[in-house]
Nanobody, 112 residues
Framework: QVQLVESGGGLVQPGGSLRLSCAAS????????MGWYRQAPGKQRELVAS???????YYANSVQGRFTISRDNAKNTVYLQMNSLKPEDTAVYYC??????WGQGTQVTVSS
């Protein structure tokens, strides 16, 4: 089974940007949908964005226009470009694909 490893999180000021990466241990070519989720303290995990082959995307209302999901099948990697970050974006971000397990997550903290 494909294992997923997220990276790219960190501490950023409001209005800043981060790019998260989700690297797969194997091919993601056959994984129809890949998604980014997040879980803030005391809240349920929620879907932030997803991408379905070839280029169909979904975004939660809270991130529409600020986040962009993309996938590079050749590199077996999914990205989440996050711009205009807000304190309410603070959470642990996870990626997951159809039929895969969860990755370990990467912490994103938006604070001045």
């Amino acid at each position: 089974q494909v294992q997923l490893v997220e990276s790219g999180g960190g501490l950023v000021q409001p209005g800043g940007s981060l790019r998260l990466s989700c690297a797969a241990s194997g091919s993601i070519f056959s994984i129809n949908t890949m998604g980014w989720y997040r879980q803030a303290p005391g809240k349920q995990r929620e879907l932030v964005a997803s991408i379905t082959w070839p280029l169909s995307t979904y975004y939660a209302n809270s991130v529409q226009g600020r986040f962009t999901i993309s996938r590079d099948n050749a590199k077996n990697t999914v990205y989440l470009q996050m711009n205009s970050l807000k304190p309410e974006d603070t959470a642990v971000y996870y990626c997951r694909g159809t039929g895969t397990d969860w990755g370990q997550g990467t912490q994103v903290t938006v604070s001045s």
